[in-house]
């Protein structure tokens, strides 16, 4: 048997498509399965797969619906407790503390930046 001479490039050859997997193309290996061969595979390099991902992702902004929606149309909308009158700018549908439901309230567009965070 002839030896697989790593200087040649390989073919272009294209195998049919089926619905039984990823199908590859071009990849490259020896000839034969003599010893010599199997030693050279630890020098092979990965194989790599092409493959075009896309995926329909529904993502729903359930109780905080409101708030991006006042934002794509210029207000600045927060939540109230109506006990304590402690306001978030944030959409919060009940108090951290109390429990309790709160109200939507209109935010001024001016206001004081009390914390932030910043994630990576």
Known sequence: MAEHDSTKRP???KIEETDE???LFNVPFPRTADEQALRA???MGPII???TYCIDYIHSY???S???AGLANGVFLGNREPDS???YATPRAHDMYSGEETDWVVL???GTIHAFTICY
């Open 11 to 13: 073919r272009k050859v």
């Open 21 to 23: 997997g990823q199908v």
């Open 41 to 43: 595979l630890k020098d």
């Open 49 to 51: 797969l092409r493959q």
């Open 62 to 64: 359930g109780q905080d």
């Open 66 to 68: 409101p708030f991006f």
């Open 85 to 87: 009158g402690y306001t």
């Open 108 to 110: 001024p567009a001016e």
